[in-house]
């Protein structure tokens, strides 16, 4: 079980089967919308192989995903312990980390990232939790301030394998900077030779390549797949 799906399973006693279902649905299928990415703190195994094809998670029952106002509902559920400690600990970077964390998973990236900024302002070299920003921002359409993050995040940890997998993904996706993507891509390889998600990123690479020539800054949506 991977850390997202142990924070999942911690607080779905006092839920509907529906919630827990669906979080952990969520959990298993988190990143589907902007393609593949790593946890800052994540295995590659536990979180890189999801596929951009998979289907949204759905409501039992109903066959459609849940609406913003059931992620947030389930989030602020699973939240709320965390949030009564953080009453008599307002400074534990870990604490917050984890109640970030928690509306990463659900979606719920605005608020997720008010909490990882929090975090980083007591541990600003902490590049896993920096890495969950950019992706934050990322999801909010930001691919400017995903790229500032995992840059500064690699300039405490320049062989971050997951913050360059996922610098690599901004890059092409965000600015169709090929060369800039590849070249974080390669960097992967080159400082992580024991890397799970070798084959992938290879993959990632040959795809990238076959858009060499197109101009930087052409929105990806504009290409065919």
């Not at 279902?21 to 969520?26: E, G, P, R, S, V």
């Not at 400074?91 to 990463?104: D, H, K, M, P, R």
Request: glycine share 8%; proline share 6%; charged share 15%.
């Amino acid at each position: 079980m991977t850390a997202t799906e142990q924070r999942a399973a911690s607080n779905t006693n006092s839920w509907t089967g529906v919630q827990a279902y669906t979080l952990a649905a969520i959990c298993l299928l988190i990143g589907t919308a902007g393609g593949w990415f790593i946890r800052g703190s994540q295995s590659p195994a536990a979180g890189a192989m999801q596929s951009a094809s998979m289907p949204a998670p759905t409501s039992p029952g109903t066959g459609s995903a849940p609406t913003p106002e059931q992620f947030k509902q389930m989030a602020d559920t699973q939240a709320a312990p965390l949030l009564e400690k953080l009453k008599a600990d307002p400074a534990n970077a870990s604490l917050l980390s984890e109640i970030g964390n928690v509306y990463y998973d659900t979606q719920n990236y605005p608020v997720a990232v008010d909490y990882y900024v929090r975090v980083l302002k007591l541990q600003p070299t902490n590049a896993a939790v920096r890495t969950d920003l950019g992706t934050a921002y990322w999801y909010m359409g930001n691919a400017d301030s995903a790229i500032a993050e995992f840059s500064k995040a690699l300039s405490y940890e320049p062989n971050k394998a997951n913050t360059l997998f996922n610098l690599g993904i901004v890059k092409w996706q965000g600015k169709m900077d090929v060369q800039g993507a590849v070249e974080a891509w390669q960097k992967l390889l080159s400082t992580n030779p024991t890397y799970e998600g070798k084959d992938k990123v290879q993959q990632l690479i040959a795809e990238a390549q076959k858009h060499a020539n197109v101009k930087p800054g052409t929105p990806a949506k504009s290409l065919a797949q």
